[in-house]
């Protein structure tokens, strides 16, 4: 399957309990610059923190999608932003 978007990162959280999927984005947004975009596969019952997490530091969600092979995961695209929020914690796996 051809990718929508150039991706240079990827994290696969699938199995992990949180907040180790929150430290794996992080670790892999580390590396990238502004602009560039990663894959993430994690579990669905984690979707929502996974995502509150990077829209709380600003960094744009493209796509987020159930996989039709596997309700129980989810994947999806974000981009880093240019200027991230730094002060939400990581260890937090319930953000409001």
């Not at 990238?32 to 990077?54: H, I, P």
């Not at 493209?62 to 914690?89: C, G």
Request: hydrophobic share 35%; net charge negative; glycine share 6%.
């Amino acid at each position: 399957m051809e990718e929508k978007y150039e991706i240079v990162g990827t994290v696969d959280a699938r199995g992990l309990t949180c907040p180790e999927p929150l430290k794996m984005m992080q670790e892999q947004l580390d590396k990238m610059t502004a602009g560039q975009v990663m894959k993430v596969w994690g579990d669905v019952g984690n979707k929502r923190s996974m995502e509150r997490f990077l829209k709380m530091r600003r960094h744009p969600i493209l796509e987020s999608i159930i996989d039709e092979s596997d309700a129980n995961v989810f994947y999806l695209y974000a981009e880093k932003s240019a200027n991230p929020r730094t002060d939400i914690p990581l260890s937090s796996c319930t953000l409001r």
